[in-house]
């Protein structure tokens, strides 16, 4: 009875999650296309939600690397799952009141891990897949989805040098609301994934699946769903990040930007990688923006992106180890933990909303979003 | 230690060769397209060749069809 209880608080807080990982990135496959006006935010963020359910139930290879091979699931327990499962909401939450497109993807493994290796020590961690599987391709895939937006934006500037102009800009921003919803599919096809491994992990450890189990449709549609919803409810703050301060988009960039993306996060899905659909969409971003120009692109804001990407995986694994090291002291510890949880994620939403980012103003950028909130200078 | 060297490479050359086409071919759609708004894009002062209407259209289906197929075909192996 107890067990199951447990098993019912992961599976919820996996959800929550998935949440929290769905709104976190609605950025990366709206951001350009909101900030070009090939879309209306509203629209945006509802084909994005739709799609991401549709893309929750095209593939199971990456749920199958996080529910078998990253940590030895005979040496864990839902509890672990879910003390991970806290670092990563916690990480995810900050990041996304300060407007920092930091992977959701590495929150979730960095939690676990740090959990792990505090309840089961550093035998139960599988580093060896760890880097092979999440480490190496995070550091590979936004430099090469960087590399493939550069090239193809610069394609497209020169290709379309000398048509009509009409034409050109009506033509990528139809482009663009293709190519958006390929990486919102993409995006629910990697990410929402990520929660089914998860899920399909903890009912692994609870005994309910047999070791190596893919997951069962109710993950793959709960998942999807939670994704979907949170995507809806719309990131606004990194959508203005995204969009906005790297650099200025225009539709040919966007469109480039949003295929590269798409290219690079279906391949490796497909072939059970995890990586991190944030830092795919970031470096496509940076790569089409220096595809037009190279100065176009402001560094300084790569350079903050750049420090939260290293942050997250072992910021989230500290928390996620603190959060183990109390659930192991029994039932109250596990309670204090989810209890402390939601007062921080109540008490960053609170803060979040002293300085609002919504649907009607995520375009106004004057450059940062504090500048504008200072009084005014009485004349 | 296995890093999968293989499966990375295959990953980094096939999204650059679909990113890189797709953006490609939709450009050149976009030039036929123009065609239409502006026939004759080019001519003899450029000493690129004309594009009429007619001819700039057909470009832009076959290139936005290659497109459709590409994409298509893509998501059917990763469904199947």
């Known amino acids: ?379 | 230690m296995n890093i999968d060297w293989a499966s990375l490479g295959e990953v980094a050359l096939v999204s650059f060769a679909a990113g890189v086409v797709v953006v490609f071919l939709v450009s050149l759609a976009i030039v036929g397209l123009s065609a239409r708004v502006r026939p004759g894009v080019g001519g003899p002062e450029d000493g690129a060749p004309t594009l009429g209407a007619g001819a700039g259209t057909a470009i832009a289906v076959v290139c936005l069809a290659a497109v459709v197929a590409i994409v298509g075909y893509g998501l059917y192996i990763i469904a199947a």
């Open chain 1, 1 to 379: 009875m107890d067990l199951s209880l447990i098993v019912i608080v992961v599976v919820v807080t996996a959800l929550a999650f998935d949440f929290t990982n769905g709104f976190h990135d609605t950025a990366n496959a709206m951001a350009t296309s909101i900030a070009t006006g090939a879309l209306k935010p509203k629209v945006a963020v509802l084909i994005a939600g739709v799609l991401n359910v549709v893309g929750a139930f095209l593939s199971v290879e990456v749920a199958k690397t996080i529910s078998s091979g990253l940590v030895d699931e005979a040496q864990i327990s839902p509890v672990v799952i879910f003390a991970g499962l806290i670092g990563a909401i916690l990480w995810n939450l900050l990041t996304w009141l300060l407007g920092l497109p930091s992977s959701s993807s590495h929150a979730l493994f960095g939690g676990l891990i740090g959990a792990t290796l505090v309840a089961a020590g550093a035998g139960a961690v599988n580093f060896g897949a760890v880097l092979s599987k999440v480490i190496l391709p995070a550091v590979i895939s936004p430099v090469l989805a960087g590399i493939i937006a550069l090239v193809a934006t610069y394609l497209a500037y020169r290709t379309t040098a000398r048509a009509d102009d009409g034409t050109v800009k009506k033509g990528f921003k139809a482009g663009q609301i293709g190519s958006a919803s390929m990486v919102a599919l993409a995006h629910g096809t990697s990410d929402a994934q990520k929660t089914m491994g998860i899920i399909t992990l903890t009912l692994i450890t609870a005994g309910v699946l047999a070791p190596n189990s893919g997951p069962p449709f109710w993950v793959i549609l709960a998942s999807g769903l939670a994704i979907g919803l949170g995507t809806y409810l719309g990131g606004w703050r990194i959508i203005r990040t995204l969009g906005k301060r790297v650099s200025e988009i225009e539709t040919p960039q966007g469109f480039a930007a949003e295929a590269s993306t798409t290219a690079v996060i279906l391949t490796s899905s497909h072939l059970g990688f995890a990586l991190s659909t944030t830092q795919v969409a970031t470096g496509s971003i940076f790569g089409a923006g220096a595809g037009r120009r190279l100065a176009a692109v402001r560094w300084s804001v790569a350079g903050q992106m750049a420090i939260a990407w290293i942050l997250t995986l072992p910021a989230a694994a500290v928390v996620g180890a603190v959060a183990a090291w109390a659930a192991s002291t029994g039932v109250v510890g596990t309670v204090i933990v989810a209890l402390v949880a939601i007062a921080v994620a109540a008490g960053i939403y609170a803060a979040s909303r002293r300085r609002p980012v919504t649907a009607d103003n995520v375009n106004d950028v004057g450059d940062d979003a504090a500048v504008r909130h200072e009084p005014a200078v009485p004349a």
